[in-house]
């Protein structure tokens, strides 16, 4: 699975859109962009994932860019409860592996 | 409770003692993950199953970790002769099966301390 780049930490203030980037310049043609986010003591929760296009969700939107090497997690209006490790992973399809890195901690604050 | 559940929730042993973590997945869920996270660290993982069979035992780290999961449902993690190192929080994720559309659904994970 490619590797990927995320800053170590971002904060955001509480009702604003927090933007989580993610490099993965070396991603190949068959592997999807996934994002997991960890709460303190809780266990990783599965966020969104995307190959190629645009995607949105209850929870958050993905945008990739055309060039697939780079992604954003877009939380539209952060609240404190968004404050976690964010984990930007990507993996072909039928691997079972999760591969994290350190991730991103996003503080939103009041 | 429909999600994954882990016991017990901490666990404190001495270095050179046996631990058994256990692992209940989604009910329905075929496929179960076992993962280690050290401390500042992401989640590293260690054993998949599916069904009763571990497809992929490649993460664990030497020969005092063992897994099993002898119905296909609950899992246990077994750890001898513990060494400090192994403490971490060990973490479980079931799925119903793999590729898209088929997420891991993870536990809160047993905080092991080896003292």
């Known amino acids: 699975d490619a590797k990927t780049t995320q800053p170590p930490s971002m904060d955001c203030a509480e009702g604003r859109a927090a933007n989580l980037p993610c490099n993965h310049s070396t991603i190949s043609g068959n592997e999807y962009v996934y994002w997991y986010r960890q709460i303190h003591s809780q266990g990783p929760q599965y966020i969104i994932h995307g190959l190629k296009n645009n995607e949105t969700n209850e929870m958050a939107s993905l945008i990739i860019t055309e060039d697939r090497k780079s992604s954003t997690l877009i939380l539209p209006h952060a609240t404190l409860r968004d404050t976690a490790v964010y984990y930007c992973i990507v993996r072909v399809a039928k691997n079972y592996q999760l591969t994290f890195g350190k991730g991103t901690k996003l503080s939103v604050i009041p | 409770g429909a999600g994954v559940s882990q016991t017990p929730s901490n666990k404190v042993t001495e270095k050179g003692k046996y631990v058994e973590l256990r692992c209940d997945p989604i009910?329905?869920?075929?496929?179960l993950y076992w993962y280690r996270q050290s401390l500042g660290q992401g989640p590293e993982f260690l054993i998949y199953f599916q069904g009763t069979g571990a497809a992929d035992d490649s993460g664990l780290p030497n020969d005092r970790f063992f897994a099993v999961r002898p119905e296909g449902s609950v899992s246990t993690l077994k750890i001898q002769r513990t060494e400090r190192g192994d403490s971490a929080v060990y973490l479980c994720a079931s799925s119903y099966g793999l590729g898209t559309g088929n997420e891991q659904f993870f536990g809160p994970g047993t905080r092991l301390t080896v003292l």
């Open positions: 009910s329905g869920h075929t496929a």
